[in-house]
DNA sequence: GCAAAAGTGTTGTACTTACACCCATGG
DNA sequence: CCATGGGTGTAAGTACAACACTTTTGC
């Protein structure tokens, strides 16, 4: 009677949808590819696939992630369901999109090829099969708010960063031009960044100072009740 | 060969749980239940139900919702999927949650009865079956930036409400006292709501004035630009 | 020596906070 | 007439927005 209970429901399948987010050439790109399988074969389409019995939802995602990028340890946080009758044209699919924040650098270009990959800018985007657009949309509010109020941007820099690179960073997530003096202000006064001694001279004769997020102060910031804000 | 690359995957039961809100008593409250079924049987419960083939996910939780309630259309928003492995002891179980919020009023005692249902103070929850709690939290957490940042709140009551009502109604979502003074101005400033000649004389002997809140005057505000902010 | 990006402070404005007294009425 | 909750304004402090010039260095 207890298995009956459960059993005599409906199942479905289960996806776990993945916007992948990195930061290159100062614009925000999303990783998308075409997609293998009829219907809509060959169209753009986000990083995708069913999840499994022994499998979480969080796990299930994590193994697109894996799959598409071969990295682990990556910054993830749900969307949510999208569970409209008609959404997948080739069956009844509940999906669960997830966004990441991965180092578009550390991204190799022959795991692209195999799997017809490309990053393409947020503001470019075509049409995606399903509700990936949707999907899209919203994960790009949520990283907006998200990285508003907590330090979640860093996970774009492979640890050490420069300000004008984290500020241009910043200008293509809320999509809007920052005032750079007024930028400064703010991380200046919530004092959590360490100024290394090195600089990167790659995109300025001058050279910009490298810096690191510094994790122990953010904890002590937070005990004192204060809140990051960006 | 198309059919098979869908129904070669694992099939997963799904289920939407509801955390409805509803204010009563200057309290902010969530409808909760006994649970019906084994496991758990009688344990403290979210009102929760299987999704059926024909629905979609938001059909699902609205048929939850109005077998609970008898109410249509009620403002309904999603939380998230919850899906580890052992989350639900009776069997493999996605939940998908959405937070609801009710006019408590309207609530009729039989239906109550019928369900094994309570009204509880979110300050005040019993352990719940499962990962119900968190469910609640999060939804909480949500519903605290909502009402901040759209007007929401106002379906808590039957289109007409007072200040002091209103803004007991936010000080118990977000659990803090407010300033009188500071909170009429906001509103005044924005100048969304309608003053009633009619008073409400329950809660006082002098009464206090009712409002309604415009929806007309709300859609010319966001198109000017502007940003509702509570 | 010059082009190109990095770095640096001040001032006015808008918003947020703190705060205390009178009013209306039912009992 | 008094107890109870409803209603009102101002001043100080804080946060935000706007703004322009000097520095460094590779070419």
Redesign the pocket.
């Known amino acids: 009677m207890l298995q009956a209970y459960y059993d005599n429901n409906d199942k479905f399948l289960i996806a776990a949808d993945c916007i992948i987010f990195g930061f290159h050439n100062n614009e925000l790109k999303v990783l998308l590819t075409r997609r293998p399988v009829e219907p809509m074969k060959n169209e753009w389409s986000l990083m995708g696939g069913f999840m499994e019995e022994g499998e979480s939802l969080v796990q299930a995602a994590e193994k697109i992630l894996f799959r598409y990028t071969q990295q682990k340890n990556i910054y993830m946080e749900q969307v949510g369901a999208y569970g409209e009758i008609d959404r997948d044209a080739g069956g009844r699919v509940i999906s669960v999109a997830f966004y990441a924040l991965v180092q578009a650098d550390k991204f190799n270009t022959s795991l692209a090829n195999k799997f017809d990959a490309k990053w393409i800018n947020v503001k470019k985007l075509p049409k995606l099969v399903f509700d990936h657009n949707k999907m899209v949309d919203d994960a790009l509010k949520l990283l907006q708010y998200k990285v508003s109020t907590q330090p979640v941007a860093f996970h774009f820099f492979n640890d050490k960063f420069?300000?004008?690179?984290l500020q241009e960073l910043y200008e293509t997530i809320y999509q809007m031009p920052l005032?750079?003096?007024?930028f400064?202000?703010?991380l200046n006064n919530m004092d959590l960044l360490d100024k290394l001694e090195e600089?990167d001279?790659v995109?300025?004769?001058?050279?910009?100072?490298y810096y690191t997020f510094n994790m122990e102060r953010y904890k002590q910031f937070l005990d004192e009740g204060k809140r990051f804000?960006l």
């Open positions: 420069t300000l004008p690179a005032d750079k003096r007024n400064r202000k703010k600089k001279k995109n300025s004769k001058r050279g910009a100072f804000s």
